[in-house]
């Protein structure tokens, strides 16, 4: 950029590129969160099929269930909470609407925009992006809040995956 074009700029412009990198910004934080949300829900499902068919495709008897009820109820839980994880995973990509613009509204003041000053309009993309920066860190937020969860939930079952494979092993 020489030093003309760097004074033709109004605040408003460096506003404006601002609140679109940081909507790039969210947007690639919506997409990791999904994508370890998936990698989550994939993993969990996966241990779940481990559990029920691993021992038969070894060969091995399995698990003497008749130790007791501790080995039975470990592994219900420790199933159940891999299908609360995935579950919750899952969520991190469920949709959420975020509103950038109001056509309607646009649509009444665009005739008075379009003769008018482009500083109005700027002002108003700009208070309309952040709008929407806002309602998406908010979602990313709660994506983040649930794949915390879901890898808690994860890790409690594997930690009873562990409990009921060791008393089932005595």
């Known amino acids: 950029m020489t030093a003309d074009e760097g004074q033709d700029r109004t605040g408003s412009d460096y506003l404006l590129d601002f609140a679109v990198t940081e909507l790039a910004k969210e947007e690639t934080r919506r997409s990791s969160l999904e994508a370890r949300g998936l990698s989550v829900a994939t993993i969990a499902a996966g241990i779940v099929a481990l559990i029920t068919t691993l021992r038969q495709f070894a060969g091995l008897p399995p698990f003497d269930m008749g130790k007791g009820t501790a080995t039975r109820a470990l592994l219900v839980a420790c199933i159940l909470l891999f299908v609360c994880a995935s579950f919750t995973a899952a969520l991190t990509n469920a949709p ?12 009444k003041l665009a005739p008075e925009l379009w003769a008018g000053p482009a500083d109005r ?4 993309i700009f208070s309309s992006q952040l709008a929407y920066l806002d309602q998406a860190q908010r979602a990313n937020d709660q994506r983040g809040r649930l794949l915390f969860c879901a890898v808690v939930l994860l890790a409690l079952a594997v930690l009873m995956l562990a ?3 060791s008393i089932a092993s005595i």
């Not at 959420?96 to 649509?107: F, H, Q, T, W």
């Open 96 to 107: 959420r609407r975020l509103s950038l613009v109001d056509p309607a509204g646009l649509l």
């Open 121 to 124: 309009a700027h002002k108003m």
């Open 163 to 165: 409990l009921a494979v």
